[in-house]
Antibody, heavy 122, light 107 residues
Framework: QVQLQESGPGLVKPSETLSLTCAVS?????????WGWIRQPPGKGLEWIGN???????FYNPSLKSRVTISVDTSNNRFSLKLNSVTAADTAVYYC???????????????WGQGALVTVSS | SYDLSQPPSVSVFLGQTASITCSGD??????VCWYQQKPGQSPVLVIY???KRPSGIPERFSGSNSGNTATLTISGTQAVDEADYYC??????????FGGGTKLTVL
């Protein structure tokens, strides 16, 4: 059974870069699937950030695309998120997840990490 | 951008049927999935590809999708079903889209 675990600083200063890593166990990233990041500001809904494939190809939320980089490290079975020029509006619980699909427009996240709270504050 | 709209809250009496809607332009042409999220927990997939249940999800959860509305139905709602529910679809331009979420209260 696949398990995902987020890690990274819980506090980031405004204008700096938020960096998180998702360690995957129970499944090899090299075997396939897209892997994604989703965030949830306190008391608010879910917002998709982006997905990365084993090959390194990516899809990003158009509203965040200019600030986001998602990369994959197959040798260590993990993938990472970088969000630059952060503000208080980027304060959220950040989740990593595995994205499944059966082709076409079908797309869902079937396994999620426990989430990591990142606060943007000076 | 493509948007999915959900009612902020839905209430249902214990044992009755709850219906949570997810509205979007021609959402029936897309596949919709649903997540359940309890306070302090990660989302859990309860329906994918409109009406399929992942292993371990009770049969009382079902889904449908047609026209401009997708619906999550919980039959014989139990107290443990009280949670936030989010719909999600994939759009060719905005890719992954989530609805705003619906808080289900079991009375």
């Amino acid at each position: 059974q696949v398990q995902l675990q987020e890690s990274g600083p819980g506090l980031v200063k405004p204008s700096e870069t938020l960096s998180l890593t998702c360690a995957v166990s129970g499944y090899s990233i090299s075997s396939g699937y897209y892997w994604g990041w989703i965030r949830q500001p306190p008391g608010k809904g879910l917002e998709w950030i982006g997905n990365v494939y084993q090959s390194g190809s990516t899809f990003y939320n158009p509203s965040l695309k200019s600030r986001v980089t998602i990369s994959v490290d197959t040798s260590n079975n993990r993938f990472s998120l970088k969000l630059n020029s952060v503000t208080a509006a980027d304060t959220a619980v950040y989740y990593c997840a595995r994205r499944s699909s059966l082709g076409g427009s079908s797309s869902w996240f079937d396994s999620w990490g426990q989430g990591a709270l990142v606060t943007v504050s000076s | 951008s493509y948007d999915l709209s959900q009612p902020p809250s839905v209430s249902v009496f214990l044992g009755q049927t709850a219906s949570i809607t997810c509205s979007g332009d021609k959402v029936g042409d897309k596949y919709v999935c649903w997540y359940q999220q309890k306070p302090g927990q990660s989302p859990v997939l309860v329906i994918y590809q409109d009406n399929k249940r992942p292993s371990g999800i009770p049969e009382r959860f079902s889904g449908s999708n047609s026209g401009n509305t997708a619906t999550l139905t919980i039959s014989g709602t139990q107290a443990v079903d009280e949670a936030d529910y989010y719909c999600q679809a994939w759009d060719s331009r905005t890719y992954v889209v989530f609805g705003g979420g619906t808080k289900l209260t079991v009375l």
